[in-house]
């Protein structure tokens, strides 16, 4: 396992979150230069720990560990999902039209390159 690329996913998802490494430590009862060494690639985390901070964050342990699978679009897809579930309908209905006409794009610019 890339604990460097782990690290960056975890700072990642905490900044995103506007918490310092002593919040995260706090929530997942441990201490800040801990946080910080798993975030450097100095220390490797337990799996527990992986867990502990996968909920302190609200992500799940395949968004921190995603670049380690062989299909990682799934991840992105099942996380592009769960957004969208969250919304009122009208919103999923414009979010899906949204990523259709982007994909139209995509398909008629790639059939260009061919």
């Known amino acids: 396992m890339d604990y460097v690329i782990l690290g960056k996913n975890i700072r990642k998802y905490r900044q995103m979150r506007g918490m310092r490494q002593e919040d995260l430590a706090e929530l997942c009862d441990c201490g800040n230069s801990h946080i910080g060494q798993i975030e450097n690639a100095r220390g490797i985390p337990s799996l527990d720990m992986i867990v502990r901070i996968a909920n302190a964050l609200s992500v799940t342990v395949d968004q921190l ?40 794009t995509i398909e008629k610019f790639s059939h260009t390159d061919e």
């Open 65 to 104: 560990l995603r670049e380690y699978y062989t299909e990682p679009e799934k991840v992105y897809l099942r996380e592009i999902a769960e957004r969208i579930e969250k919304y009122p309908v009208k919103q999923r209905v414009y979010a899906c039209e949204g990523l259709a006409e982007f994909l139209n």
